[in-house]
């Protein structure tokens, strides 16, 4: 069985930092693609940033390039979303997700994961 346990979140004052951990079990790490999403109170779900084999091998939203920074330990079957600068509008549950490699694009749709955890409240405070 697969299960991906996110943990890391919490308050945080504007400008601040947190780091998001994902867990993953029951699954190959190394054969599957690692996705970040967010969900904010009334919104969708929407895409974050997303991985690969290496630390080049990277997708991000354009509202989180060069403040959020994701990367993954197979060793140690975990994921991680590095967050900095962050700003209210960062406000959300976070969530991990997985999806095989074997696209030929980058997977920025919800519906395009295969697995998910149960998600992280992130709040940034002004």
């Known amino acids: 069985q697969v299960h991906l346990v996110e943990s890391g979140g919490g308050l945080v004052q504007a400008g601040g930092s947190l780091r998001l951990s994902c867990a993953v079990s029951?699954?190959?790490?190394?054969?599957?693609?690692m996705g970040w999403f967010r969900q904010a109170p009334g919104k969708a779900r929407d895409f974050v940033a997303a991985?690969?084999?290496?630390?080049?091998?990277?997708s991000y939203a354009d509202s989180v390039k060069g403040r959020f920074t994701i990367s993954r330990d197979i060793a140690k079957n975990t994921g991680y979303l590095q967050m900095n600068s962050l700003k209210p509008e960062d406000t959300a549950v976070y969530y991990c997700?997985?999806?095989?490699?074997?696209?030929?694009?980058?997977?920025?749709?919800?519906?395009?994961?295969?697995?998910w955890g149960q998600g992280t409240q992130v709040t940034v405070s002004s």
């Open positions: 029951g699954l190959t790490f190394s054969s599957y693609i």
């Open positions: 997700a997985g999806v095989r490699f074997g696209g030929t694009s980058w997977p920025r749709a919800e519906y395009e994961y295969e697995y």
């Open positions: 991985n690969g084999w290496s630390s080049a091998d990277t």
